[in-house]
């Protein structure tokens, strides 16, 4: 039994991992840490809460005193570190909370976990999970490799250099004090509870309510999708089987531009109409309400400032030293992913609604058809 602390629990990948935690190890007590930005959302955490299945604190991971506090009282030997401003969009609109978060909300808990360990003398135990990105790696071009856990950091949007700044101090960390961490870089994960505001939700919800569907520059640029809850079981084997010290990349094995990605959300939803006939009444505004396909809602729009074209993971170290690999394909992925945002239409409607849309109207305002 494990006293483990998820920073960022009440995030899209942390809520997944809450859940995958509990199904794989139900014996150890999980404490969430979490600010609850906008992109938080308790609803899948809230029956936990209720039946202290996991104990939620709100609060910032930059808060040593109630960081330490947490560590007295819980004695954690796992820290899964996913707490972070995430959205690259934001991070261009406004760069400041992610080095407020990524970085120094970074360091804080590193300290914090360091010393609680430290003066508990249990260093040799403990772990220290620092969830970071591939965008740290840059941008690839077609013919390129994949990024390899040797690959330069080369990060291009403020996110991603906050985020290769993390990684630089978990490193250091690691060499300088020898704390006992790991670092993984993802790429782009999807799947269930994701915030509204990133591709793949966004798309979906966008030709349900029959809304245009923006598509940045000519959607030529590629992502690795990764499914979360691959991710989440990457997560764990490292945690607990990683070596000290290293970096592990995690993909998908997924290369899709984004024109076909919305494109197949496009060809998923229209599928969906077809067989299941209550959603045309549902969902009256979607074009597959009325027999038509979602394609027809694409649009091509001003292109995000130093839009990185091509993500690739090569995650052959994953596989070799954990036996780790992933094995949703993208298809049935995004499938389960269409169907749980047309199930959870309540979830999704409740994030859509206040501060969300000024966010719609800051990013995409300004943009343009082209
Ligand atoms: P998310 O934005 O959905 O969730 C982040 C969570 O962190 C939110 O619940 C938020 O309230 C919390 N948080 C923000 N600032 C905080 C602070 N100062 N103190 C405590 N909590 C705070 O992000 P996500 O998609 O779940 O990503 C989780 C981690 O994985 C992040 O570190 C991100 O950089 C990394 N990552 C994500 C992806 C992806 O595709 N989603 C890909 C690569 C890496
Ligand atoms: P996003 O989900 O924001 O993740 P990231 O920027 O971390 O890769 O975007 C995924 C891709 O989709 C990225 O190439 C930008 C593009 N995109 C659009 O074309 N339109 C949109 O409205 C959004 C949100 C993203």
């Known amino acids: 039994m494990r006293n483990i602390l998820i920073s960022g629990g009440a995030g899209f990948i942390g809520q997944n991992l809450v859940h995958a935690w509990r199904a794989a190890r139900p014996a150890d007590r999980i404490v969430v840490l979490d600010a609850v930005t906008y992109a938080a959302n308790l609803r899948s955490l809230d029956p936990l809460i209720a039946d202290r299945s996991i104990t939620f604190v709100k609060g910032d991971i930059g808060d040593a005193a109630l960081v330490r506090r947490l560590f007295d009282e819980h004695q954690f030997t796992r820290v ?8 690259v969009d934001r991070s261009i609109a406004d760069p400041e909370a992610f080095l407020q978060t990524n970085v120094l909300g970074t360091f804080a808990l590193l300290q914090t976990a360091l010393d609680s360990w430290r003066s508990a003398g249990t260093m040799d135990d403990a772990r220290f999970l620092h969830v970071s990105t591939d965008e740290v790696y840059g941008s690839l071009g077609l013919a390129d490799p994949a990024f390899s856990e040797t690959s330069p950091y080369r990060p291009n949007s403020p996110y991603a250099a906050s985020k290769a700044a993390s990684d630089h101090l978990v490193r250091s960390f690691v060499v300088t004090y020898g704390m006992p961490a790991l670092i993984t870089n993802c790429s782009n994960n999807y799947g ?16 349900l309510e029959g809304k245009p569907l923006p598509i940045y520059g000519d959607g030529s640029n590629i992502r690795d999708w990764l499914h979360v809850s691959d991710h989440c079981d990457a997560l764990m084997a490292v945690i607990e089987r990683g070596r000290i010290g290293e970096t592990y990349n995690i993909g ?15 060809d998923t939803l229209d599928r969906a109409f077809a067989i299941d006939p209550k959603l045309a009444s549902r969902f009256p505004s979607c074009p597959a309400a009325s027999g ?13 400032p130093g839009h990185d074209h091509r993500y690739a993971i090569d995650a052959g ?13 993208f298809e049935a992925g995004l499938e389960q992913t269409v169907n749980w945002y047309l199930d ?9 609604s206040g501060a969300y849309q ?6 995409y305002g300004f943009r343009i058809a082209v």
């Open 344 to 352: 959870q239409e309540t979830w999704w409607r409740d994030v859509t």
């Open 192 to 207: 269930s509870y994701q915030h509204p505001e990133k591709l793949i939700p966004l798309m979906v919800i966008h030709a």
């Open 252 to 266: 998908g094995g997924n290369e899709r531009n984004n024109r076909d990605v919305v494109g197949l959300i496009c």
């Open 317 to 329: 170290k994953l596989a070799r030293e954990l036996g780790s690999r992933c094995s949703i394909g």
């Open 80 to 87: 899964a570190h996913l707490a972070a401003e995430s959205h």
């Open 358 to 363: 000024a966010w719609i109207e800051k990013n």
């Open 292 to 304: 038509n396909s979602c394609r027809s809602l694409i649009s091509f729009v001003t292109d995000r």
